[in-house]
T-cell receptor
Framework: GDSVTQMQGQVTLSEDDFLFINCTYS??????LFWYVQYPGEGPQLLLK?????NKGISRGFEATYDKRTTSFHLQKASVQESDSAVYYC?????????????FGLGTRVSVFP | EAAVTQSPRNKVTVTGGNVTLSCRQT?????MYWYRQDTGHGLRLIHY???????QIGDVPDGYKATRTTQEDFFLLLELASPSQTSLYFC???????????FGPGTRLTVL
């Protein structure tokens, strides 16, 4: 079945550092890939979405591109702020198996210190 | 902006108790979902529905029932609550199964 792997459970940074979160996915067909962000005390919210390989999703200074060859979908941001502290989820939607809905990774907790 | 509300926001019950969690969405979305979120497990899908009267089983359905009474309302029922069901529960809605999901603020359930 479909799966998503986020190897980093936690990332600790200082303000203005570069953020890079690894994500790999497994699916048999054509995925739509999402990054969701969850701030403390809130539900997850959509950060960005990419529907086509090699296209870039950009939102709020974050960007992600998915590589079909390596089945990767990494999230990055050039300069993080303390307000970016949150849990980030890599999420897969399989357009050939849409009855299953979305598959969430386990999340990466990002802590940014001033 | 999608709006999903959940009630109650916090609930404490005892083992064997009967609990109903409520979710309402006001965006005419077809799909609604119930997840639980636990440390080390991320978000796990309990049940989902693609319309009033419809119910689909998710990945962790044991011990849970659900009912979709209208397009707007989706309920999660725990008829004999157990401590293992202590968790943070999220409801979400989407226009279709693989479109972006909009989440509610969550209900924290504690089963003593």
């Amino acid at each position: 079945g479909d799966s998503v792997t986020q190897m980093q459970g936690q990332v600790t940074l200082s303000e203005d550092d570069f953020l890079f979160i690894n994500c790999t996915y497994s699916t048999t067909w054509y995925p739509t890939l999402f990054w969701y962000v969850q701030y403390p005390g809130e539900g997850p919210q959509l950060l960005l979405k990419v529907t086509t390989a090699n296209n870039k999703g950009i939102s709020r200074g974050f960007e992600a591109t998915y590589d079909k060859r390596t089945t990767s979908f990494h999230l990055q941001k050039a300069s993080v702020q303390e307000s970016d502290s949150a849990v980030y989820y890599c999420v897969l939607g399989d357009r050939n198996n849409y009855a299953q809905g979305l598959t969430f990774g386990l999340g990466t907790r990002v802590s940014v210190f001033p | 902006e999608a709006a999903v509300t959940q009630s109650p926001r916090n609930k404490v019950t005892v083992t064997g108790g009967n609990v109903t969690l409520s979710c309402r969405q006001t965006n005419s979305h077809n799909y609604m979902y119930w997840y639980r979120q636990d440390t080390g497990h991320g978000l796990r899908l309990i049940h989902y529905s693609y319309g009033a009267g419809n119910l689909q089983i998710g990945d962790v359905p044991d011990g849970y029932k659900a009912t979709r009474t209208t397009q707007e309302d989706f309920f999660l029922l725990l008829e004999l609550a157990s401590p293992s069901q202590t968790s943070l529960y999220f409801c979400a809605s989407s226009d279709a199964a693989i479109y972006e999901q909009y989440f509610g603020p969550g209900t924290r359930l504690t089963v003593l």
